[in-house]
Structure formats: structure tokens, C-alpha cells
């Protein structure tokens, strides 16, 4: 059974930083694009960040360039989400997927339906 799991959310203060990892188990993940998507109450998921395919490929929303950075362990199968200078806007339910479409992480961000295989959500609260 293919999974992945997110962990590392929590409750951060402006300017802070949190580290996100997505862990799967039932393949490996150099051979899937990963994405990280987040959505905020009341807003539409959105993407933020991808590594392709033998990561060849990152993309990141206008919004978090700069801040965020995503990087993959092959040996521990888990790829992470370094996010730092955390804004209150950044607050939402952030999401891992892997998708095995060729066109996974291409173009300007990652997009939900490129994406098969969708972990259960960590919580990210920026708040003073």
C-alpha cells in the first residue's frame, strides 16, 4: 500500500521556522514527484512546492520563495519542507502527495490532480 505521512507541524511565532517531512512507505520516493500543497480556512488548496522526479525540478509559489526549501533524503524515503521567516499568512493544513505523471512539477507550481497519493494534513499556525 502506497502512503505518506507528514509530520512536524505546530504553532510558531512570526519569523520562526518549522521543518515539515513527508515520509512514505510502499515506494520509493526518488521515483515520484513530490509536492507540498497547503490550504488556509476558508481558501482553495494551493501549491506550494514540488521536487520532481530524481529531483531534477523545484518549484515554489511566488509566495514562500525565498523562505521555504524542499529537499529529499533517499535513504530515509522522506522528503522535507524547511520553512523559515514563517508568516501569518503561511497558517493552513499543509499537504504531501506523490504523483508518478511525467508532468508532475512542471510548469509555474505544482497542481493538485498531477498527484495520486495524498497524506493526511499537518497543521501549520503562525501566531503571535
Known amino acids: 500500500q502506497l502512503q505518506v505521512v507528514e509530520s512536524g507541524g505546530g504553532l510558531v511565532q512570526p519569523g520562526g521556522s518549522l521543518r515539515l517531512s513527508c515520509a512514505a512507505s510502499g515506494f520509493t520516493m526518488e521515483y515520484f514527484a513530490i509536492g507540498w500543497f497547503r490550504q488556509a480556512p476558508g481558501k482553495e488548496r494551493e501549491g506550494v512546492s514540488c521536487l520532481s522526479r530524481r529531483g531534477r525540478n523545484t518549484l515554489y509559489a511566488d509566495s514562500v520563495k525565498g523562505r521555504f526549501t524542499i529537499s529529499r533524503d533517499n535513504a530515509k524515503n522522506t522528503v522535507y519542507l524547511q520553512m523559515n521567516s514563517l508568516k501569518p499568512e503561511d497558517t493552513g493544513i499543509y499537504y504531501c502527495?506523490?504523483?508518478?505523471?511525467?508532468?508532475?512539477?512542471?510548469?509555474?507550481?505544482?497542481?493538485?490532480?498531477?498527484?495520486?497519493?495524498w497524506g493526511q494534513g499537518a497543521q501549520v499556525t503562525v501566531s503571535s
Open positions: 502527495a506523490a504523483g508518478a505523471e511525467p508532468s508532475a512539477c512542471s510548469g509555474v507550481v505544482p497542481v493538485g490532480y498531477d498527484y495520486e497519493y
